[in-house]
């Protein structure tokens, strides 16, 4: 369920309710019974894992986190074809 943040208009307090999104918004502020609006806060959103912006589209040379090898092993693999025949 989400959590929504409400300010009271009279106080000034700010108060955390987790509501269901069909819940109704609160009205009256649980110490001086103010009225409340709803206020919108920042998210702790984080992206994690591989592939994301900062990993697999930035310029520069890329990370070793484990992936495929694929790169790796045809580069490695031209090489060998040109020792052979040298």
């Given at each position: ?6 300010r009271?208009?009279k106080c000034?307090?700010?108060i955390?309710a ?6 109704r ?13 709803k206020?919108?806060?920042r998210?702790?959103f984080?992206?994690k894992g591989?592939?994301w912006?900062?990993e ?5 040379p ?5 992936g495929s090898e694929s ?7 031209a ?5 052979a025949?040298?």
């Amino acid at each position: 369920m989400p959590i929504y943040e409400y300010r009271c208009r009279k106080c000034g307090q700010v108060i955390e309710a987790m509501q269901s999104i069909h819940d109704r918004p609160l009205r009256k502020c649980r110490s001086c019974s103010g009225s409340l609006e709803k206020i919108i806060s920042r998210t702790a959103f984080m992206l994690k894992g591989g592939g994301w912006y900062a990993e697999g589209y930035t310029k520069g040379p890329a990370k070793s986190g484990g992936g495929s090898e694929s790169g790796t092993s045809s580069t490695s693999g031209a090489k060998k074809k040109k020792a052979a025949s040298a």
